[in-house]
């Protein structure tokens, strides 16, 4: 799903490749402009703007998910006669009514935030990390070392990404962690050939070449010189990140492959499909559905401002 | 699309001799590749909990029966046996025999795989049509109140789970509305036997389109992004502004100049995606019951049966690294300025 | 950095002053028993079974309240038989089932195979390793009774036996509750375990309406074709259709003749059996007692087959020539005619006679002698038999289609719109609620229809291990089960009570001993008393301790 982005950065960083660096902008060299660049696009990007508030509602939702849960997640509910709640539509105590074991959804969706963002975020750092390092070092060193991580790029490419997590959730016993793994066993490939692409551009640079010159280590060139400049690509890279893997998560625990004990809102879909009442529970499916919508959205808009950052030809416009 | 598809007057004019040798070297490399994930799959179904033998058989038969059984399909051999086995057959392009169906891997691959193909290839069909043509409206329309509704209509898409939105479209369009069918791929009894009566058929394409729509709208997003980012960028370019000087019609200018150039990267990240979309079908598949591979590798996977899914894996790694081939062949052979 | 040092500090003297108290307390527990082992319960997927999965998470919950720590972990059905089946016998309790599959009305699977402690070992069906040479007594005498009234006794009174000891506890049972278009068909019977596509009404159902060959949802794929291959009842539910048997099950259970005349019981390891005459196979060769030799002398040569255990009594076939065929036992073998004739198909043997390893063969286009004659299998998506013009039995309609889908969501959509007639499987309980709501008139069509189940979802011990090797323990587990919330909230009230120790239930009229007293209600109260009585005692931190012994 990211692909989108990734596709365009492949693809222009291919171009770049293919034609010089002179076509491909580098990213800017001081974060700090970058922020800057980026919060006064806030103010003519209207998308970005609600992207960002959606954002900040939703990691203030996930931070908070204990608090503002107003029950367990499997706790059962009872009417004052004694009955169990069981599938009721939303009601003030309930606003997202009850599961057919009278268990409140408005909790899981909250605590289903948390686990989303973690998700996201877990994975996120631990693929633009993996990815980074070995796309700065193939961009760096090239020859043979290049050839041989790209070729190792190549070979994750070929995987087919929802099958190969579906093999691995079944081969882990299933959990979190090993969903989180599974992603980022496959999705640092991307990062890696787009920051090495960027890499190739930029450690042509003259300054870059003066540092050579003047002595400095490979390792210092590498992260003092060259990193800074690939790190709003990888910070734009991190936030489609999150959204495959959230998505991921979703999917996996939709067909049943995911931690049934954790509150998720895969999970919370899965359990409506599984029991039978997901045609009639309205509000069992919606919340859950539309919470992904609404936080894959939002990382997309605030992505696209950032991206206008990264690459200054679309701020122009 | 009366369009020439992008670029081609490029090329035409100044042509490289087209390099055998670059498609030779990635395919050969492609067979390694084949090979190495090959093994991957393969050792790691044998790391996977869970005795094949449990899911082949009832579990009031005796515990000799359990290993004659593992005997048979040679589960008991060494691993190294086994491998060798399992790679002298794959060179072979035997895949074995499933040990759910009792039937060659390749046979049940072979039944499944063109239902995955046409489903994915109709959406892909599906969301380039609308995706280029709504991409270069959306170029033309930048800064408007319509661009940016375009933008977050194909976003949101993106954004919603494929399994959800499949749910959504069958309530609305099959249960409320009985437009079409929900499940499945043809009506029961259906009696077409050969692949064009199959896959050529009214009924067939009844039931094509829900699942097709929602794999669509997903894909969606990838070429109308891209062509809209591909639109600016060629705008901005000097011909086009020529033209405009020229003072041709604004959509003479937006299709006839702007359209055609912009669409190398799409037409390009098109074999990408497809390459990369190819294992998301099992969701949709599980959703309309649709009979294909990404279906049969979910249950393969749960039931331990080792040759197909592994057969299934494969094949479909290598539909993925055809189509990443493509993509890079497409592209040389669009842009006249790479050489090899 | 200075935060760090401090955060280390204050942990340190923490630890020193909580630690220092739980010496003292540590030494007073010394004198008590072993902690009870934190246990683990392999339960099922939700997806797979959500009543089992939720009954193991409140057991967890329950038993958490008594200081015992049990991980109930959700476990794939595969892995979980692997860890049940295996040689290590490693696992503490696990929930699983028994079908009620028509055959199990004897009750020799029930009683011997699952009970008796020759089936303890490793790969034996008595996963809860329960051994009692008092119980195995009466199991192995009612094994090779054949007078009926007098095996009815040892099985009575081997439930008595169950129920005290508790080898396992018995959640609940599922009634098979199934739905078919009374629209368009007509005297459909819901079998006890078998549900409407049963033997039966294929044959004695009738078309109403337009449609004469009925569409039967499934959700579960049918994996093959092949009788030597074919695993699962599934697979098995349209075989025999297609292919015949010497006896089938009535509608009561009672065993008829069917491609037999009639049987005679020479004597306890003697069986003949009388051909009928004038049956042919679907490609038109006649029916012969050397097909029928040839079919169960080719599952006695395979040791792995569905049908292995209902073959391994017999000694030989013979042919006594009037269409007379003999069984010759290997030792008296009481369930040999309501299952071994009931269930082996008999099998062209011009067909399969040439062929080397049968389990290996595709079996492309079966042809058999049964009721229906296959005419297409499509993988994934459909069966279609037609009905056998030169049956010897009346068949109302002209053929059915078994359609395979993918989820029971995808079938309910269909069940409404009118694209299926019957259900093959048990109708989840939030399914049979729309139905009946049938909320907008959509389900008018449907009838739903109830048998009660014979088998049964139990919560599994290893009985070998503590503290499941306390039957105080096990028993008090069984108070710890809310029966109630299983039977009427997550089975919607579809199914029957489970208890300590049931493995009969009262479905099964005539085994079932109904004067057995089931344990089979929530009582925590009462578990912890039992737990108390038998030396079980809680300890300064309310973990409970084993007895000291």
């Given at each position: 799903m990211q692909k989108v982005k990734q596709l365009i950065q492949y693809i222009t960083s291919y171009i770049a490749q293919r034609r010089g660096p002179s076509r491909r902008p580098a990213g800017r060299r001081n974060n700090q402009s970058f922020f800057s660049v980026f919060l006064s696009s806030l103010k003519s990007?209207?998308?970005?703007?609600?992207?960002?508030?959606?954002?900040?509602?939703?990691?203030?939702?996930?931070?908070?998910?204990?608090?503002?849960?107003?029950?367990?997640?499997?706790?059962?509910?009872?009417?004052?006669?004694?009955?169990?709640?069981?599938?009721?539509?939303?009601?003030?105590?309930?606003?997202?009514?009850?599961?057919?074991?009278?268990?409140?959804?408005?909790?899981?969706?909250?605590?289903?935030?948390?686990?989303?963002?973690?998700?996201?975020?877990?994975?996120?750092?631990?693929?633009?990390?993996?990815?980074?390092?070995?796309?700065?070092?193939?961009?760096?060193?090239?020859?043979?070392?290049?050839?041989?991580?790209?070729?190792?790029?190549?070979?994750?490419?070929?995987?087919?990404?929802?099958?190969?997590?579906?093999?691995?959730?079944?081969?882990?016993?299933?959990?979190?962690?090993?969903?989180?793994?599974?992603?980022?066993?496959?999705?640092?490939?991307?990062?890696?050939?787009?920051?090495?692409?960027?890499?190739?551009?930029?450690?042509?640079?003259?300054?870059?070449?003066?540092?050579?010159?003047?002595?400095?280590?490979?390792?210092?060139?590498?992260?003092?010189?060259?990193?800074?400049?690939?790190?709003?690509?990888?910070?734009?890279?991190?936030?489609?990140?999150?959204?495959?893997?959230?998505?991921?998560?979703?999917?996996?625990?939709?067909?049943?492959?995911?931690?049934?004990?954790?509150?998720?809102?895969?999970?919370?879909?899965?359990?409506?499909?599984?029991?039978?009442?997901?045609?009639?529970?309205?509000?069992?499916?919606?919340?859950?559905?539309?919470?992904?919508?609404?936080?894959?959205?939002?990382?997309?808009?605030?992505?696209?401002?950032?991206?206008?950052?990264?690459?200054?030809?679309?701020?122009?416009? | 699309m009366k369009k020439n598809s992008a670029g081609m007057h490029l090329t035409d004019s100044k042509r490289k001799p087209f390099v055998i040798g670059y498609i030779f070297r990635r395919l050969l490399i492609m067979v390694i590749m084949i090979l190495l994930v090959s093994t991957m799959i393969f050792?790691?179904?044998?790391?996977?909990?869970?005795?094949?033998?449990?899911?082949?058989?009832?579990?009031?038969?005796?515990?000799?029966?359990?290993?004659?059984?593992?005997?048979?399909?040679?589960?008991?051999?060494?691993?190294?046996?086994?491998?060798?086995?399992?790679?002298?057959?794959?060179?072979?392009?035997?895949?074995?025999?499933?040990?759910?169906?009792?039937?060659?891997?390749?046979?049940?691959?072979?039944?499944?795989?063109?239902?995955?193909?046409?489903?994915?290839?109709?959406?892909?069909?599906?969301?380039?049509?609308?995706?280029?043509?709504?991409?270069?409206?959306?170029?033309?329309?930048?800064?408007?109140?319509?661009?940016?509704?375009?933008?977050?209509?194909?976003?949101?898409?993106?954004?919603?789970?494929?399994?959800?939105?499949?749910?959504?479209?069958?309530?609305?369009?099959?249960?409320?509305?009985?437009?079409?069918?929900?499940?499945?791929?043809?009506?029961?009894?259906?009696?077409?036997?050969?692949?064009?009566?199959?896959?050529?058929?009214?009924?067939?394409?009844?039931?094509?389109?829900?699942?097709?729509?929602?794999?669509?709208?997903?894909?969606?997003?990838?070429?109308?992004?891209?062509?809209?980012?591909?639109?600016?960028?060629?705008?901005?370019?000097?011909?086009?502004?020529?033209?405009?000087?020229?003072?041709?019609?604004?959509?003479?200018?937006?299709?006839?100049?702007?359209?055609?150039?912009?669409?190398?990267?799409?037409?390009?990240?098109?074999?990408?995606?497809?390459?990369?979309?190819?294992?998301?079908?099992?969701?949709?598949?599980?959703?309309?019951?649709?009979?294909?591979?990404?279906?049969?590798?979910?249950?393969?996977?749960?039931?331990?049966?080792?040759?197909?899914?592994?057969?299934?894996?494969?094949?479909?790694?290598?539909?993925?690294?055809?189509?990443?081939?493509?993509?890079?062949?497409?592209y040389a052979f669009l842009d006249p300025r790479i050489t090899y | 950095m200075k935060k760090m040092v401090i955060l280390v500090v204050l942990l340190t003297a923490t630890m020193v002053v909580f630690g220092g108290g739980r010496a003292e307390q540590d030494a007073a527990d010394a004198e008590m028993g072993a902690l009870v082992p934190e246990l683990t319960l392999r339960s099922s997927l939700p997806e797979s079974n959500l009543v089992n999965y939720e009954m193991a998470q409140e057991l967890s919950d329950e038993l958490a309240k008594l200081g015992v720590t049990l991980n109930a972990q959700p476990t794939d059905f595969s892995v979980l038989l692997d860890v049940i089946y295996g040689e290590e016998m490693d696992y503490d309790a696990y929930t699983i089932g028994w079908s009620g599959r028509v055959e199990r009305l004897d009750p020799d699977m029930f009683i011997y195979s699952i009970n008796h402690s020759s089936n303890a070992n490793p790969g034996g069906n008595n996963t809860s390793r329960y051994v009692n040479p008092e119980f195995d007594a009466l199991a192995d005498a009612q094994r090779s009774e054949m007078d009926i009234a007098a095996r009815r006794e040892y099985v009575w009174e081997a439930q008595r036996i169950l129920a005290e000891d508790v080898p396992r506890i018995t959640l609940y049972s599922r009634s098979n509750v199934q739905t078919y278009n009374h629209e368009r068909f007509t005297g459909l019977e819901n079998m006890s375990g078998e549900g409407l596509f049963n033997e039966w009404s294929p044959m004695v159902m009738e078309a109403i309406g337009e449609r004469t060959v009925p569409v039967v949802a499934s959700n579960v794929n049918i994996t093959n074709l092949n009788p030597f291959g074919a695993r699962s009842v599934y697979d098995w539910r349209n075989l025999r259709l297609i292919y015949d048997k010497l006896v089938r099950l009535s509608v009561d259970v009672e065993p008829t003749p069917w491609a037999a005349t009639s049987w005679e019981v020479v004597d306890d390891t003697t069986i003949d059996v009388t051909l009928r005459e004038g049956m042919n196979f679907h490609d038109g060769r006649p029916v012969t007692p050397e097909d029928v030799k040839f079919s169960y002398e080719a599952f006695m040569s395979l040791p792995d087959s569905y049908f292995a255990a209902f073959v391994q009594p017999i000694d030989s076939v013979e042919l006594l020539g009037n269409n007379v065929i003999r069984f010759n036992m290997e030792y008296a073998y009481a369930p040999f005619i309501t299952t071994t004739l009931t269930q082996i198909p008999i099998l062209p043997k011009h067909i399969w006679e040439g062929i080397g390893d049968y389990t290996q063969y595709y079996n492309e286009h079966p042809v058999g002698s049964g009721p229906f004659e296959f005419v297409r299998f499509r993988n994934g998506e459909e069966l279609v038999a037609t009905k056998y013009e030169d049956y010897f039995h009346p068949v109302n309609i002209d053929g059915f289609v078994f359609k395979i889908y993918a989820s029971p969501e995808g079938v309910l959509t269909d069940l409404e719109l009118g694209v299926v007639d019957m259900v093959s499987y048990d109708l989840i309980p939030a399914h049979i609620n729309q139905i009946k709501d049938n909320d907008g008139g959509r389900y008018s069509h449907l009838t739903i229809t109830e048998a009660p189940d014979i088998g049964f979802f139990y919560i599994g011990m290893n009985n070998n291990r503590p503290p499941f090797n306390n039957k105080a323990f096990r028993v008090a587990l069984s108070y710890l089960v809310d029966y109630d919330y299983a039977l009427d909230v997550l089975l919607d009230g579809y199914g029957s009570r489970g208890g300590a120790g049931l493995v009969i239930n009262a479905a099964n009229e005539f085994w079932h001993n109904p004067e057995v007293p089931i344990h089979n209600t929530y009582n925590p109260e009462r578990a912890r008393q039992i737990l108390a009585e038998a030396g079980f005692t809680w300890d300064s931190q309310g973990r409970m301790r084993m007895p000291l012994e």
């Open positions: 990007d209207r998308l970005a703007l609600i992207g960002v508030v959606l954002l900040v509602f939703f990691i203030f939702v996930g931070v908070f998910a204990d608090s503002l849960a107003p029950h367990g997640p499997r706790d059962r509910h009872y009417h004052d006669e004694g009955g169990i709640k069981r599938l009721e539509s939303p009601t003030w105590d309930h606003p997202f009514g009850t599961t057919d074991v009278g268990r409140d959804i408005f909790s899981q969706v909250i605590l289903g935030t948390r686990t989303a963002l973690i998700v996201g975020f877990l994975a996120a750092v631990l693929v633009t990390f993996v990815g980074t390092v070995v796309g700065i070092v193939s961009g760096y060193f090239g020859g043979m070392v290049d050839t041989v991580l790209m070729r190792i790029v190549d070979f994750f490419y070929a995987i087919p990404f929802i099958p190969f997590v579906i093999v691995l959730a079944a081969i882990m016993q299933p959990s979190l962690w090993n969903v989180i793994l599974a992603v980022s066993m496959l999705s640092w490939r991307t990062v890696a050939r787009i920051v090495r692409s960027q890499v190739l551009s930029i450690s042509k640079r003259p300054y870059i070449k003066a540092a050579k010159v003047a002595g400095a280590g490979h390792l210092r060139i590498m992260f003092r010189y060259i990193l800074p400049n690939v790190v709003p690509l990888v910070l734009l890279e991190m936030a489609f990140m999150v959204n495959w893997t959230i998505m991921a998560e979703a999917s996996i625990a939709f067909l049943g492959f995911g931690d049934p004990r954790v509150t998720s809102w895969g999970q919370i879909l899965h359990m409506n499909s599984v029991s039978g009442y997901s045609r009639v529970a309205w509000w069992w499916n919606v919340p859950p559905g539309v919470a992904i919508i609404l936080l894959l959205v939002s990382i997309f808009f605030v992505a696209r401002s950032l991206e206008a950052v990264v690459d200054p030809r679309l701020r122009k416009r | 050792l790691l179904f044998r790391t996977m909990p869970g005795d094949p033998t449990a899911s082949m058989v009832d579990p009031s038969i005796p515990q000799e029966a359990r290993q004659a059984l593992l005997e048979r399909y040679g589960l008991h051999e060494s691993l190294w046996t086994q491998y060798k086995i399992f790679m002298g057959d794959l060179l072979r392009f035997d895949f074995g025999t499933s040990y759910f169906y009792n039937r060659p891997v390749s046979r049940v691959i072979g039944d499944r795989l063109p239902a995955t193909l046409i489903l994915m290839l109709t959406a892909m069909l599906f969301a380039y049509i609308i995706g280029v043509f709504g991409g270069a409206w959306m170029a033309w329309k930048r800064g408007t109140r319509l661009e940016s509704a375009g933008v977050a209509f194909s976003l949101v898409f993106r954004s919603a789970p494929t399994f959800w939105v499949g749910l959504m479209v069958i309530m609305l369009f099959a249960v409320r509305l009985g437009w079409f069918p929900a499940q499945g791929m043809r009506s029961t009894g259906y009696e077409g036997t050969t692949f064009g009566e199959i896959f050529l058929s009214l009924d067939f394409l009844r039931h094509l389109v829900l699942p097709a729509l929602t794999a669509g709208l997903y894909f969606l997003a990838t070429p109308t992004l891209i062509m809209r980012n591909s639109m600016l960028e060629v705008m901005s370019e000097d011909y086009i502004e020529m033209a405009h000087a020229k003072g041709l019609p604004e959509r003479r200018v937006l299709y006839r100049h702007a359209a055609r150039n912009a669409l190398l990267p799409v037409v390009t990240a098109g074999a990408l995606f497809v390459g990369a979309a190819i294992g998301g079908q099992v969701l949709i598949e599980v959703v309309f019951s649709w009979p294909g591979l990404g279906r049969e590798i979910v249950q393969a996977v749960t039931r331990s049966d080792y040759p197909l899914a592994q057969g299934s894996f494969i094949i479909l790694s290598t539909v993925v690294m055809v189509m990443n081939l493509i993509a890079d062949v497409l | -």
